[in-house]
């Protein structure tokens, strides 16, 4: 979390200093029409985690652009432990654990755009999305009165906020443009917890569930994304 603090105050002082500066775009030095963005993000392995942006961006002036954005977030894992017991405690030992986790957001940034072929980009606007996640655990033990327990927690919310953008864009030709970009978002979040319990023994068998709601405001940082620009 202290990490993620200092970068976006780094972030938030290039973004002081870029408002300070003058536009340097020169018409037909950077493209300037429509485009279609399409970005990925970072950090996790693909066989576990999929993470996708498709924007529609439109120049209103040399330097300022209106960006509408959706990017969808999978991710999902398992882990399972096995152990074998002698003596008192002959027998196997088992747990498997499952995370998963996903989003869809929504965004509408205004993007001002500053110097030529490459160049650097700032902005933001109102952004949205619904997040959905569930982490759980079960186990088996015959050596403990063969007690079988699962515990599973569900997590849904709603937030509702803004987002800062700040980047860099190489356009290698007039119909396409390579970028690498760094995104923050500061949002209002309602949310749902619930929470799932069973254990058996014999002919015991216990069940409950718990339900919970929170809100709050969350500051979160969505790390580095790349992505290409097809202009037309």
Known sequence: M??????????????A???LQPATGVAGERP???ALQFGVGSGFE????????????RFLSTDLALRLG?????????????????????????????TWNDSVSLSCEWIV?????VSLYFGGGPHTF???MEYGESRFRPYDDAIRWRDRTRKMSFGLGASGVIGVQWAPAEWCALHAEY??????????????????????KNTRTTKRTSNGVEFDSKGVRAGVSIYF
């Open 130 to 132: 619904y997040r959905s």
């Open 32 to 34: 300037t029409g429509n």
């Open 183 to 204: 995104r923050a978002i500061a949002a209002y979040i309602n949310g749902t917890v619930i929470e799932y319990w069973d254990e058996v023994g014999g002919t015991y």
């Open 46 to 57: 693909p066989s576990s985690f999929m993470e996708g942006t498709i924007s529609y961006q």
């Open 113 to 117: 755009y500053r110097g030529s072929d």
């Open 70 to 98: 959706a990017t969808i977030e999978v991710y999902s894992g398992t882990m399972e432990h096995a152990a074998q017991g002698t003596g008192e405690y002959e027998g196997s030992d088992s747990e498997a654990f499952h």
């Open 2 to 15: 202290e990490r993620r603090s200092r970068i976006s105050l780094v972030c938030l002082l290039l973004f």
């Open 17 to 19: 200093v870029l408002c």
